[in-house]
């Protein structure tokens, strides 16, 4: 068969590039936490995303442990999702807000980590799974109101990750949930030695301004304008300063307005006094916020975040959308970090949501 010049220039040209796009479309981790149901999760677009954290487990006395028979349903109704999307990770995560209360006094003790990394590592062959995050809301320092927290933590991190890397050999994924806030950063990991073991370092580039906070701000932005503002830029430059490798570092975004309520009408609400409300789903914002609620939008161009205000109800809010998620991917892109997380799934619409928008500005 006679194949032109031309033909055979445009056939070597194709298969030139064809690496490079195929390279492109996975560079970056788009990294779901769910706490959802794995049926529900078959609604999204699974094709955009590279990893699913189903959280949380629990532990048991020190063994790593499903919480009831539909949670272990879940989990190994997410991993046969893998069929027809291979390009997912399927991990789980133990912890979060609230849900590590016995962290302290467990890892500071041999016996319990042994069984807890033993444990783990079963779990994760048993079903299938690709890997562990951790969740630890904090080492060394306050976290959940009430949470023991003692000085030794860090150092018991550090030989629980070591651990669980030794028992893991190179077949699972490990990461970690990472606070943003320079107290975390400064206090709470000994990240030398912590990230060689790591796959990935999840930040939790959100509740920078939590629910406890009698002041407003923005709680997940990109950039500060204000003095000691906790920030995304913030906490990565912190890390990239101490030459670690930056694709192993994901920023967090947040699909969850927080909301806060008798805020004053005093600089369209941002950096006023007022009272936590409430947390409003991405899914839920076209009502939440919509033309006849009284919220009007705004956005922060030093911060690139956006808020409302509602002045005559006096409520203000703060999130990621689509133009903060699009600042955030160019921003991982220039500093060649690995990706970006966000909490979480369920908050997101099934189609054009943020997860859409997160897979386009990065590829």
Known sequence: MFISKKA???????LLFLPAITFGQSK???IAYYTGSAENIKQYPLDKL?????SFLKFQSDTLAFRDSLQMQNVQQLVALKKDHPQLKIM???GGWGGCAGCSGLFDTLEHRNTFVKTAVQLLKDYNLDGLDLDWEYPAIEGFPGHQFLPQ????????????RAEMGNNYLLSFAAGGFTQYLENSIDWAAVIPQMDFINLMTYDLVGGYSKVTGHHTPLSGNMPNQETTEKCVNWLLAKKYPSDKFIIGAAFYARVWQNVPDTNHGLYQSGEFLRGVSYKNFDTYFSDSTGFKYYWDKKSKAPYQYDK???LFATFDNPQSIEEKAKFVRRKKL???MFWELSDDKYAEGLVDAIAEDLN
């Not at 055979?8 to 194709?14: E, G, Q, S, Y």
């Not at 933590?153 to 669980?164: A, E, G, P, R, S």
């Open 312 to 314: 005559t109800a006096k």
């Open 92 to 94: 789980v995560s133990i």
């Open 8 to 14: 055979r220039r445009i056939f070597l040209i194709t």
């Open 28 to 30: 970056y981790k788009v």
């Open 153 to 164: 933590d860090k150092n018991n991190f550090t030989t629980m990750v070591k651990q669980l």
């Open 50 to 54: 590279t990893h699913v954290i189903y």
């Open 338 to 340: 690995g990706g970006i």
